[in-house]
């Protein structure tokens, strides 16, 4: 009896002293982050309207985009870029393809939040090839609500113009590396 | 229930002390020849050892799914009975080589668990990652439990703030700890 006893003891001692077991092991998660941009024209049309009525002030007006971008860490590039897919509609008007006048044009400036670089001062849209509205370098991301850009147009006024309304079509592109 | 735990106790006690002997030491023996790990000397077994994710548009994707679910798993068979956990926690507070991309940014989920005879066991609420431990999945050890599967998945939140960086691609260690009675 007095066997068992000591026997029942010792095993609840064992008992009392076993503790909590534990093992590890480790994984990995791996990332493949890809260069990636957007980009939400938010003036769907903008309306180029002079202040004057003596030829004095050109046609102006500004579209607004947000544009969202992140370009790889070593070597990305990004670019930001336009191009007249239509010329203005109609006949006797101005022209970005055939300015009625030498000298007539249809020009920009630009406004890019960090961290693109803006063109630089004021360039002149083309319906043949693409004109940079902004440039991305290495390791550059935006917000992820996206960050804001503008082009300020600027359309020779011409009297030589025939009275109307006059429709052109500009295409963004946004593109990352 | 009584002789099952006491047994055992008493067979690691009388080794090499033969004052205290058995009253059925066949019984003791079998049941020695039945506890094959001691206490806490398991190995937790997660597959596959890389779960990755390939994150392209934040905008079309803004939730990237890994390309594996995970499996953890173990074996213990040590006759005690009370609670076991499975902690899930990173090795680092950022990506290595993509410092942008917080581990806060992955979703841990367990999708199933697993305990054999008697245990049984529950997954925890999703979470985001962190260094600290936090428990993906627990339950109650039964006597007789000896096998334990849990299976995760991961998500990764995509978004525009993160650099981008495909090759090398960006890792982060993970450890997971099971924890038995």
């Given at each position: 009896?007095?066997?068992?006893?000591t026997?029942?003891?010792a095993?609840?001692?064992?008992?009392?002293?076993?503790?909590?077991?534990q093992?590890?092991?480790?994984?990995?998660?791996?990332?493949?982050?890809?260069?990636?941009?957007?980009?939400?024209?938010t003036?769907?049309?903008?309306?180029?309207?002079?202040?004057?009525?003596?030829?004095?002030n050109?046609?102006t007006?500004?579209?607004?985009?947000?544009?969202?971008?992140?370009t790889t860490?070593v070597?990305?590039?990004?670019?930001l870029s336009?191009?007249?897919t239509a010329?203005f509609?109609?006949?006797?008007?101005p022209s970005?393809t055939?300015p009625?006048?030498?000298?007539d044009?249809?020009?920009y400036t630009?406004?890019v939040?960090?961290?693109?670089?803006?063109c630089t001062?004021?360039?002149?849209a083309?319906?043949?090839?693409?004109?940079?509205?902004?440039t991305?370098?290495?390791a550059?991301n935006?917000?992820s609500?996206?960050n804001?850009?503008?082009?300020?147009?600027?359309?020779?006024?011409?009297p030589?113009?025939?009275?109307?309304?006059?429709t052109a079509?500009?295409t963004?592109?946004?593109?990352?590396? | 229930?009584?002789?099952?735990l006491t047994i055992?106790?008493?067979?690691?006690?009388?080794?090499?002390?033969?004052?205290i002997?058995?009253?059925?030491?066949?019984?003791t023996r079998n049941v020695?020849?039945v506890?094959?790990m001691?206490?806490g000397?398991?190995?937790?077994s997660?597959?596959?050892?890389?779960?990755?994710f390939t994150?392209?548009?934040?905008?079309?994707a803004?939730v990237v799914a890994?390309?594996?679910?995970?499996?953890?798993?173990?074996?213990?068979?040590?006759?005690n009975t009370g609670?076991w956990n499975?902690?899930?926690?990173?090795?680092?507070?950022?990506?290595?080589?993509?410092?942008t991309?917080?581990i806060?940014?992955?979703?841990?989920?367990c999708?199933?668990?697993?305990?054999?005879?008697?245990?049984?066991?529950?997954?925890?609420?999703?979470?985001?990652?962190s260094?600290?431990p936090?428990?993906?999945a627990s339950?109650?050890?039964a006597?007789?439990t000896?096998?334990?599967?849990?299976?995760?998945?991961f998500?990764l939140?995509?978004s525009?703030k993160?650099?981008?960086?495909?090759s090398?691609?960006?890792?982060?260690?993970?450890?997971?700890?099971?924890?038995?009675?």
């Amino acid at each position: 009896m007095r066997r068992y006893a000591t026997i029942i003891a010792a095993a609840c001692l064992m008992l009392a002293l076993a503790g909590m077991g534990q093992a590890q092991s480790t994984t990995t998660l791996s990332v493949a982050v890809g260069p990636e941009a957007s980009l939400t024209v938010t003036t769907g049309t903008t309306t180029l309207a002079s202040g004057s009525t003596t030829f004095s002030n050109p046609f102006t007006g500004t579209t607004s985009l947000t544009y969202k971008i992140r370009t790889t860490k070593v070597g990305g590039t990004g670019t930001l870029s336009l191009k007249i897919t239509a010329d203005f509609s109609g006949t006797g008007g101005p022209s970005v393809t055939t300015p009625p006048t030498s000298g007539d044009a249809l020009t920009y400036t630009c406004t890019v939040s960090s961290p693109g670089t803006a063109c630089t001062g004021t360039v002149t849209a083309s319906t043949s090839s693409a004109t940079s509205v902004a440039t991305f370098g290495a390791a550059a991301n935006s917000t992820s609500a996206g960050n804001s850009a503008s082009t300020a147009w600027s359309l020779t006024d011409d009297p030589v113009y025939a009275t109307g309304t006059y429709t052109a079509t500009a295409t963004y592109t946004i593109s990352a590396t | 229930m009584n002789v099952w735990l006491t047994i055992p106790a008493l067979w690691a006690i009388t080794a090499g002390q033969p004052v205290i002997k058995p009253a059925a030491p066949k019984l003791t023996r079998n049941v020695a020849t039945v506890h094959p790990m001691a206490n806490g000397s398991f190995t937790v077994s997660v597959s596959p050892a890389t779960v990755s994710f390939t994150a392209t548009n934040p905008n079309s994707a803004p939730v990237v799914a890994g390309n594996a679910t995970a499996t953890a798993s173990w074996n213990n068979l040590d006759f005690n009975t009370g609670p076991w956990n499975l902690t899930v926690q990173a090795g680092a507070g950022s990506f290595g080589n993509c410092p942008t991309v917080p581990i806060s940014a992955v979703t841990v989920s367990c999708a199933s668990v697993s305990a054999t005879i008697g245990g049984s066991g529950s997954c925890a609420a999703g979470f985001k990652l962190s260094t600290s431990p936090q428990i993906v999945a627990s339950g109650n050890q039964a006597l007789l439990t000896y096998s334990y599967t849990i299976t995760l998945n991961f998500t990764l939140a995509d978004s525009w703030k993160y650099i981008a960086e495909s090759s090398p691609s960006c890792s982060l260690s993970l450890a997971y700890t099971a924890t038995v009675p």
